[in-house]
């Protein structure tokens, strides 16, 4: 490209808010660029979302194998996991998507340019790759940098203490692995590996594991841990860590722990490295992150930010959503956005999906609510598959039924949580749900009956005698 080539919009950060920004944008006919430092797809495609559900589907692949005499079916010899296959399936994976967002971005006429962006005013950057420089200039900018694994510098530094990034990488199975943070990345790395035969501790200095659930599902999955006996120690920070070449120890309340290794997955930091906002005028919090108004603006006018640099939810879907609403504002479009019903997905086994509030925020804020619980145990759909741990929860409004949260623990539950989003984005009531007919035999039933169940009109469930 020429040098102080002028754009209408540039997108900084090809992850999966940047990339679905400069495509929905340069399908329109505004020319746009887009700046990556690395590779298509950001965290999520390289070393998130993507690496870790696929290294996960192996699991699940071998978990089934090893239980394949619970469905008469018969296999000789040994069952092991092949690590380097495992690897190298998932890194064929990753660079076919990468490919494939390539294309779109070709065809959507984007011009891609590789380096490292740095403000130089509010409509201006300076883009860095290798020994080359180039400027170029934009009407607009939609700051997609994303953020990254954040080791506090408390912790010693040791090729045993590792992030998420690492670990997606690591050449061997561990023996052993202590988890810092029983949030979501760690339970997810947790449940990876218990299966693959690591012994698995988690420490979380919160009174329970993945602590923003709601509450069921939280006692839910600690018990499905320790079945596979990974070892869980909550209300305790992790204290005198000590790591060198061979291992990590600590201890945790009056618990001494060690391992080989230690996932440290306490949070996630911004990531503005070389990006120089000041110079622009952008405004940046404590923490380093860029807010953002409900149009996806920072306090400077032509500028934007989305996904996790902005410092709200951070999930590729809602990167995404936000990189629609930003590129129509960026285009003259007026959009806002509603993060109230985004949903949330936990690769654990079993599965965990979420969307609303929780049972104990509604307690807490004296909300009135009925509850409708269904167990996968009574689920024809879910006995054939043989994976009947866990539940459909919902939460609805006392005073008009309106549906308020729904909790889904259990096979396939990731998928199964976008009709609650649905249902609850169209202000569906319990009792619709519960009369809407659903298909059988299937997991989806679990959401009729579960919504039955709020109105004790659950049919597969045995009505409590009352005295």
């Not at 408390?154 to 990034?165: N, Q």
């Not at 006996?229 to 060690?258: F, H, M, P, R, W």
């Not at 006995?383 to 919902?394: D, L, Q, S, W």
Request: glycine share 10%; with cysteine; net charge negative.
């Amino acid at each position: 490209m020429e040098n102080n080539e002028q754009f209408d919009i540039c997108v900084i950060g090809a992850g999966p808010g940047g990339y679905v920004a400069a495509i929905h944008a340069g399908r329109t006919g505004a020319k746009v660029a887009l700046v990556e430092k690395d590779y298509f797809g950001g965290t999520c495609l390289n070393v998130g979302c993507i690496p870790t559900k696929t290294l996960i589907a192996s699991t699940e692949a071998l978990h089934t194998a090893k239980h394949a005499g619970d469905f008469g079916i018969k296999i000789e010899g040994s069952i092991e996991a092949d690590w380097e296959a495992i690897q190298g399936r998932k890194d064929n994976i990753v660079t076919r998507l990468r490919g494939g967002i390539g294309n779109l971005l070709k065809n959507a006429n984007v011009e891609v340019i590789r380096g490292t962006a740095e403000f130089t005013s509010d409509s201006s950057i300076k883009v860095t790759y290798e020994q080359n420089e180039i400027n170029l200039n934009s009407k607009k900018f939609i700051i997609a940098t994303g953020s990254k694994p954040a080791i506090p510098g408390f912790i010693p530094r040791s090729s045993r203490v590792i992030d998420s990034t690492d670990l997606l990488a690591i050449q061997e199975i561990p023996k052993s692995l202590l988890v810092l943070g029983g949030g979501v990345i760690g339970c997810e790395f947790a449940s990876l590996f218990a299966e693959l035969g690591t012994q698995v501790t988690i420490v979380e200095m919160l009174p329970n594991i993945l602590p923003e659930q709601d509450i069921d599902v939280s006692k839910q999955i600690t018990r499905e841990f320790k079945k596979r006996k990974v070892k869980i120690i909550t209300g305790n920070a992790l204290q005198d860590i000590k790591a060198d070449e061979s291992g990590v120890s600590g201890i945790a309340g009056k618990k001494a722990v060690s391992a080989d290794y230690m996932l440290v997955s306490i949070g996630r930091s911004a990531m503005t490295d070389g990006l120089k906002p000041e110079e622009a005028g952008i405004t940046v919090n404590e923490r380093g992150f860029i807010p953002v108004n409900n149009k996806c603006e920072t306090n400077i006018p032509n500028i934007y930010a989305i996904g996790d640099i902005s410092g709200g939810i951070q999930l590729a879907h809602w990167a995404s959503a936000m990189g629609l609403c930003a590129a129509d504002n960026a285009l003259g479009i007026e959009t806002e956005y509603d993060d109230s019903l985004v949903p949330g997905c936990i690769f654990t086994a079993p599965e965990i999906g979420c969307v609303g509030v929780t049972q104990q925020y509604c307690e807490k804020n004296e909300i009135p609510i009925k509850v409708g619980k269904f167990p996968f145990s009574a689920l024809g759909k879910a006995m054939a598959i043989n994976e009947i741990a866990g539940f459909c929860k919902i939460i609805a409004s006392a005073e008009d039924d309106r549906i308020l949260g729904v909790h889904i623990i259990g096979p396939h539950a990731t998928d199964l949580i976008s009709e609650a989003v649905t249902a609850m984005s169209l202000g569906a009531t319990a009792e619709e749900v519960g009369n809407a007919v659903h298909a059988h035999p299937t997991l989806g039933e679990s959401m009729m009956e579960a919504a039955h169940a709020v109105h004790e009109k659950c049919i597969h469930m045995p009505v409590i005698k009352k005295n």
